[in-house]
């Protein structure tokens, strides 16, 4: 009937603006429709109407329940009852918005939650993450990039709770472990504020209180609507950054090679450029033969960088007999470069020279 239509939408808009769906109230209709002399299609319909908009309800304000992908089944599956998040039925609605918008970008991208900035993120950051997956989800921020909180995230996150302006980084250098060891990545992201539109999820006052074991800041109480969280949307543009550096030293030794008069000069030339680009060439050692006087050869270090003087990886010579460089505790493979006239490429450099 047109009364019970009425009193159906009545008991579950509701819970549309709360975002916290509930059983009993929308159950309640049905009991409701029973004090009316309806005949049995029509509480049937009544019936199937209320089944059909409690699964919109559900699907509009739980869309996390019906995310697929590995992140959002690991994250359905955390525990989440034993953190202050409580279990996720739970949850503000603009929590469960918001995730849905990081778990449905291709981006990597993360939120930071809560006054104890609670991590979740989606499959492309855990790449970024490297060997902190699966342990980052639900950690706070300042735990899983502890190494550049103070220097980068702190100061961002603090004024994105103080102002709610947004904030973009670019060319952001972090280490990571994707391939099992430790290598540079640049990455350019934005971060923005996700504002809390639910009066349960502030405190008091009537605001929320934000970074309150990580800052002394707090987020202005004039605010309708305070800042709860941080979404960040990055992407990675290493290959962008490292081609730049490199093809920059190519440059630059070509600009210091025309200026040269000599051999020494061009030794010169080679390692001051290795120099000013000590991300790519940590150390380097140039070494080139000399005639002795009593008529033997040696091989002379020339120029090097990166090494201290003295240090055994850096010998100020190497003697040689019958053209075959002496190297007893086979440091460098000198030998093999001459005959085959080839770059030979040395591994375990790390563990050979400890000490520098």
Known sequence: SHTSAQLL?????PHL???????????????????????????????????ILHLLIV????????????????IKAYPWETTSLGPIETWP??????????????????????????????????????????????????EVWAEVWESLTKPI???????????WVSNAMLVTNRHSYDEESYYTFSMSAIRDNDDDSRDNNGSFAVLSSTSSSSSSSSSSCPVIGVFNISYENTGSVVSTRRFGTLQDFMRRNALVHSVQDVCDAVITTCQS?????????????EDQPDGTRVLKMKSNTGVPAG?????????????????????????QAIWSRQPVILKGVSERFRTF
């Open 311 to 335: 240090h055994r990886a850096a010998p100020s010579h190497f003697h040689m007999k019958d053209d075959v460089i002496v190297d007893r505790e086979g440091m460098w493979p000198f030998s």
């Open 59 to 74: 699907i509009m304000v739980y869309p996390l329940m019906f995310r697929e992908g590995k992140m959002a089944d690991l």
């Open 157 to 167: 996150i603090t004024r994105i709770f103080e102002t709610g302006m947004p904030t």
């Open 277 to 289: 680009n000590p991300q790519d060439i940590p150390f380097a050692l140039l070494y080139l033969y």
């Open 17 to 51: 603006t709360k975002a916290t769906p509930s059983h009993k109230n929308i159950t309640q209709v049905i009991d409701i429709t029973s004090s009316f002399h309806l005949d049995r299609v029509e509480i049937l319909f009544l019936n199937h109407l209320n089944a």
């Open 93 to 142: 609605g603009v929590l469960h918005t918001s995730l849905d918008i990081v778990l449905g970008t291709d981006f990597p991208a993360s939120l930071c939650w809560g006054s104890e900035l609670l991590m979740f993120y989606n499959d492309n950051y855990v790449e970024l993450l490297g060997p902190r997956h699966p342990n980052a989800l639900g950690k706070p921020q300042y």
């Open 9 to 13: 939408a009545f008991t579950t808009l």
